[in-house]
């Protein structure tokens, strides 16, 4: 029985050393969520960009569908 115990906090002791190297911080002192958190905010804001643009085109085109409109109305 104490042979398993010890195997046990042994078993512990190395889960939790591996836990503490995998929080490591980068130099610059950010962890992981926080480098994770930037990733996002920069993947929003292509994103946003990407979306301006495609509605730019597309109220450019609705523009133009309504000038044809407005032209065959006339005639």
Known sequence: MK???HLVWVFI???LLFAAGACKRAPDGEGPAERAGKQ???SMAKAG???GKALE???EAVKQAGQEVSKESKN
């Open 13 to 15: 002791a190395v889960l």
């Open 3 to 5: 042979k398993k115990s």
């Open 40 to 42: 996002i905010d920069k």
């Open 57 to 59: 085109s597309a109220g």
């Open 49 to 51: 960009e990407q979306v």
